[in-house]
């Protein structure tokens, strides 16, 4: 019979960020890259609304499957506005922010990689392997507050059923995933919702090795990586306000 007290260990934890990134990236990101390769195949016949729906959907349902597989292990961030954003109302410990982050930057760019397996360059080249990106007329404060706004949407549903004990058990990962899926049928068309900072940076730092376009980098640091953490942290502290959410051991 399995040991119910053992806790695992920072490395089982680190390497559960990493596969939980890898997945969230590997199919969020590939079925972004696949929509935009086909309607580019299909010279604009496909139909934007239904590709949005299709990329918010693989995004939650993957999600989804990340929090009931490794939650047990290390809560299932995959997610560095996730784990920034808990750590700053206690409700993670700072000790272990760094393995978690690194986990899940290394876990977003093998997620990337492996988006070539199945469908080769031009999947880099043509579908940008899902990078998100401002639309034309999105400007980066817009891109800031939409990527802040998405994320919190995230993190607001993670802080409420994951980490507040007092929540009913078993509806944590429905409920997540559903919130990323919301959150990109609202911010996709302006962003590309990444509303996750290692999400962006695979596909982004692995497209250009692959005949993408270049990066905007300002673009990334200011809407994507900034964005969501601050979109993160505000709604801990928020909800963590709102609900007098008790610390862990009180």
């Known amino acids: 019979m399995a040991n119910q007290t053992y ?7 680190c390497l559960a ?13 590939g079925v972004a890259a696949d929509v935009a390769l086909l309607h580019r195949n299909a010279h604009g016949a496909s139909i934007p609304t239904a590709d949005l729906v299709l990329v918010a959907l693989a995004h939650g349902l993957i999600l989804f499957v990340i929090v009931v597989v490794f939650g047990k292990t290390s ?5 560095p506005a996730i784990t920034l954003g808990l750590a700053s109302i206690g409700q993670f410990r700072w000790s272990d922010v760094p393995g978690y982050l690194i986990a899940q930057f290394v876990g977003g ?3 990337a990689l492996a988006i070539l397996i199945p469908f080769g360059r031009d999947i880099a080249s043509l579908g940008l392997l899902g990078r998100p990106s401002l639309a034309p007329n999105t400007n980066l404060i ?3 507050l939409a990527e802040g706004l998405g994320a919190a949407i995230l993190v607001l549903a993670v802080v409420a059923t994951a980490a507040d004990r007092r929540s009913p058990a078993g509806w944590a990962g429905l409920t997540i995933g559903l919130a990323l899926g919301a959150g990109i049928m ?8 990444a509303l996750n900072p290692q999400r962006a940076f695979g596909p982004d730092i692995v497209s250009i090795f692959f005949g ?14 900034i964005g969501p953490i601050l979109g993160g942290i ?17």
């Open 186 to 193: 609202l911010i996709g068309p302006a962003t590309g919702a």
């Open 212 to 225: 993408a376009p270049p990066v905007d980098w300002v673009a990334f640091i200011v809407c994507y990586l």
């Open 142 to 144: 817009q891109g800031l």
């Open 75 to 79: 809560g299932a961030h995959a997610n």
């Open 7 to 13: 806790q695992p260990t920072i490395g089982e934890r």
């Open 109 to 111: 760019i093998l997620g």
């Open 17 to 29: 960020e990493l596969l939980g990134s890898f997945l969230l990236t590997f199919v969020g990101g």
């Open 234 to 250: 505000g709604v801990c502290w928020l909800y963590a306000r709102v609900s007098r959410l008790p610390r862990p051991g009180k």
